[in-house]
């Protein structure tokens, strides 16, 4: 059991008041909150230790570089990655899935196939369509259900032996639906096909183990699971990341540098071209710690916990429909009320302290799907509170009464 | 007709009345429904002005030395507000609505929705206007 209470004591964010009424947070899928033990780690890195990591032999830069390198291992561990070498540390997810994509026609050739799912975010089709551009291939797209979960018999259809990439969101930010990536990570690789599952809604709210869902690549978000913006990670199985090529080259990323020829350093320095966000990648270490000490399983289970009072409680206000009410998903609604538009409604729910996303979700492709302008995105986490989705709900039925 | 400036001045005093916010806004959203909507034939794609969050369409007619706007949102507090800038800049002559400015929307309490970063396609909106009064400007002229 979390004690909630204390622990909303460590997010100084929460005391905050919006609009004259204290803030109630519920746009945890664009980013958490950050505790004050992430926060403390930032000043205290450029406080005590900041120097250029793994070039220096003066004190500061060795103290530096341990602190860089253990937050590595702590994220290795807390995703049960084998080897530290393969959490390579990006600036976010998007870099993450870039990083690969640009590199990706290594496994992708002419007239190949690489699938996508209808309930991806910009993020994770953009550089692919890039890739499919550059190489020649094409991309194929799994169909959604109207129930927002992913059409596995045409996902079964698609798969064929020019299948070379599968790339899947494990949960999808504009619906919350987590998708069985087990079934879909086993389906490609019988077909011979490469996968990456990008985990930015997943990352910092359920426990994930890389070894047993055995994905080729995985990617993280930091600013998602309580560490800062601007850090992220790209998980990929060693044989996998030693077969992609680097994404940017310059510092750090060489092994030998003439100017006839240049070899590329190992794992994961490959990947890690230039001074990274040290401070970001030390408070990530933070962030994992605090995680860890709360526990992944009960933060999920509390967050279910939250989804199912919320999606009882919104159902009472007539008229609302929600996208992708399922079973099996994230603690993020994505509804509607009537026809009204979500611009009008998150306008004044914010007005009222609240904070929920509206608008396409930077995934139009699903929004097309049910024809709807946008929706608008109550995403929770776990310090949030059953008080505070009461006062949503009140506030959805005031901006309710005063837009009809 | 009244001047640019007069209009403006009457619909700052007539927010002025209200005490809070939801009293403002749900006048606002009265006005939003009251608005004389575009007529079907212009909401086309090319009149059309795509912000993230909502859509607005804008269509502008020169008749004799004015210009008459017409326009509508899908997102109600979006068209609020544009029945406010249109009941100020309608019909007025082109030279006067490039001189205009939209400082009458900050003191009445609704600055937030003409933030660049609102994405609602009502900065856009203010430009598409100003640009519809220079063409016709230099038509006149």
Request: charged share 20%; hydrophobic share 40%.
């Amino acid at each position: 059991m979390l004690d909630i209470q204390k622990i909303r004591a460590d997010f100084p964010i929460l005391n905050r008041e919006v609009n004259g009424r204290p803030l109630v947070y519920f746009d945890n899928a664009a980013t958490s909150q950050k505790p004050q033990q992430v926060i403390d780690k930032i000043v205290e890195y450029y406080t005590l230790y900041n120097a250029n990591i793994h070039r220096g032999v003066h004190a500061l830069s060795q103290e530096a570089t341990d602190l860089y390198e253990e937050a590595r291992e702590k994220v290795r561990a807390f995703f049960n990655i084998p080897q530290a070498k393969q959490v390579i540390i990006t600036s976010g997810n998007t870099h993450s899935i870039n990083a690969v994509a640009s590199g990706a026609h290594v496994f992708v050739k002419k007239d190949d196939e690489i699938i996508v799912s209808a309930v991806e975010h910009h993020s994770n089709i953009v550089p692919w369509q890039m890739l499919c551009e550059r190489v020649g291939a094409t991309l194929k797209v799994i169909p959604v259900l109207d129930s927002g979960e992913l059409d596995m018999q045409a996902y079964e259809g698609l798969l064929n032996e020019k299948t070379a990439f599968v790339v899947v969101n494990h949960v999808s930010n504009a619906l919350g639906v987590t998708n069985p990536v087990e079934e879909i990570i086993k389906g490609a690789h019988e077909h011979g096909a490469m996968t990456l599952i990008d985990g930015a809604q997943s990352c910092g709210h359920m426990k994930l183990d890389m070894q047993a869902l055995d994905a080729d690549f995985y990617t993280m978000s930091g600013h998602k699971m309580c560490g800062p913006t601007g850090i992220g990670i790209l998980y990929g199985k060693e044989e996998a990341l030693n077969a992609l090529p680097p994404y940017q080259g310059g510092g750090e990323m060489i092994d030998q540098v003439t100017f006839e020829h240049t070899t590329y350093a190992g794992l994961p320095h490959k990947f890690e071209a230039g001074t990274p966000n040290i401070a970001g990648g030390i408070a990530l270490g933070a962030a994992v710690d605090y995680l860890n000490e709360l526990g992944m399983d009960n933060i999920a289970a509390y967050e279910h916990e939250l989804l199912i009072y919320a999606t009882e409680q919104l159902k009472a206000i007539e008229g609302l429909k929600i996208y992708g009410d399922v079973v099996n998903k994230a603690a993020v609604i994505s509804f509607n009320v009537t026809t009204l538009h979500p611009y009008d409604i998150g306008t004044i729910v914010d007005k009222l302290g609240i904070a929920v996303r509206t608008g396409h979700h930077c995934a139009q492709p699903v929004m097309e799907r049910y024809s709807i302008p946008g929706t608008v995105r109550a995403s929770f986490a776990f310090y949030n509170t059953k008080e505070e989705i009461d006062i949503m709900v009140q506030a959805l039925q005031r901006a309710v009464s005063m837009l009809s | 007709m009244a001047s640019i400036q007069d209009i403006q001045n009457e619909i700052v005093e007539e927010f002025a009345m209200f005490d809070d916010w939801m009293d403002r806004y749900e006048y606002m959203i009265d006005l939003g429904k009251s608005v004389p909507v575009i007529d079907e034939q212009y909401k086309t794609e090319d009149n059309i002005i795509k912000g993230c969050q909502s859509k607005v369409w804008v269509h502008a007619d020169l008749e004799e030395d004015k210009v008459k706007f017409s326009a509508d949102s899908d997102a109600i507090i979006t068209k609020g507000i544009i029945a406010i800038l249109i009941r100020a800049w309608s019909g007025q002559k082109p030279a006067d609505i490039i001189a205009a400015d939209t400082a009458f929307i900050d003191q009445i309490g609704l600055k937030e929705h003409l933030s660049p970063t609102r994405a609602n396609g009502l900065v856009s909106m203010i430009k598409q206007l100003k640009m519809y009064a220079v063409a016709y400007q230099s038509q006149l002229s």
